[in-house]
């Protein structure tokens, strides 16, 4: 399913969306909320205007383009609309929970105004029911799929949908841990004949093993998706953000813990979801709590 309000980033969305329907062999769906009579704005055309003025012929051309362009973008492709009444971010919500996948632009205008701005974002990708994927403005140049990897049982159903999304694309993934940065050194042991825990060495070695952990057993069941494990010691947010310039879908989990803390609350969420290179995919866990 595509949120669509006309503006050229939800159209871009509406490419991105016919794309992966088509890696699918699924259907599509181009969902517009239609606020104005909630707002008690007439639909219909001014006595002084033209026979095909008014908000809902505005509607259907905007609706009727965006069915085009998907067409277009994956021929073959089956494509549904809807015209649903009511508060953009409910409508996708509720449409979500029929749909493998949810595709929204960066940008919008009219009823998704302010989509990706303050917590509208965090809402939408927090409680859509299925994974959520954010299109940046740019066309997917890349071969590769930057996961972003943080050990928490949440984050598993990520790095699932990378996995899966990786196979139907043809192209590998760049699983990424980012470990905390070690700016003030632990106190040595008393024995010194006992390595300490925080030794560099050790935290690496324990942040590769979490990193092959997180990825064990896809391998197996994706044998076409070759993937490279890096572990790097920056913050989370700086890491996936410049890790993205080289990617064509940077995949995130909704919660977890780790190098990865907050990611869809306060700054971090709004750095990747405004600052990414490259599409933005958030997946939840299946049991993750409304």
Request: aromatic share 2%.
């Amino acid at each position: 399913m595509v949120g669509v309000d006309g503006s050229p980033s939800s159209l871009d969305a509406v490419d991105a969306a016919a794309r992966e329907a088509r890696l699918r062999g699924c259907g599509l769906k181009v969902v517009h909320a239609f606020i104005w009579p909630g707002m008690h704005v007439p639909a219909g055309p001014s006595p002084l205007g033209p026979a095909e003025g008014g908000v809902r012929a505005m509607v259907e051309h905007l609706v009727g383009e965006a069915v085009q362009r998907a067409r277009a973008a994956a021929p073959g492709v089956e494509v549904a609309d809807a015209v649903v009444m009511g508060e953009p971010l409910s409508v996708l919500e509720v449409q979500s929970r029929k749909a493998a996948l949810v595709v929204v632009g960066s940008r919008g205008l009219s009823g998704f105004r302010g989509l990706l701005l303050g917590s509208t974002a965090v809402h939408l990708a927090a409680h859509a029911r299925c994974p959520v994927m954010v299109v940046r403005e740019r066309p997917d140049v890349a071969d590769r799929i930057v996961l972003g990897v943080d050990g928490s049982p949440a984050g598993d159903a990520a790095v699932e949908y990378a996995f899966a999304e990786a196979s139907l694309r043809g192209t590998g993934i760049i699983a990424l841990h980012a470990g905390a940065r070690r700016s003030v050194q632990a106190p040595p042991p008393q024995d010194a004949a006992i390595p300490s825990a925080y030794e560099p060495e050790m935290l690496m070695d324990s942040e590769e093993h979490l990193l092959a952990e997180a990825v064990a057993g896809r391998r197996e069941r994706y044998p076409n998706v070759l993937v490279e494990q890096k572990v790097v010691r920056a913050g989370a947010r700086e890491a996936l953000i410049e890790a993205s310039r080289d990617a064509e879908l940077l995949v995130v989990g909704a919660r977890g813990h780790g190098g990865f803390v907050g990611l869809l609350l306060g700054s971090v969420s709004q750095a990747l979801l405004h600052h990414a290179h490259c599409p933005v995919a958030v997946v939840r866990a299946p049991s993750a709590p409304q």
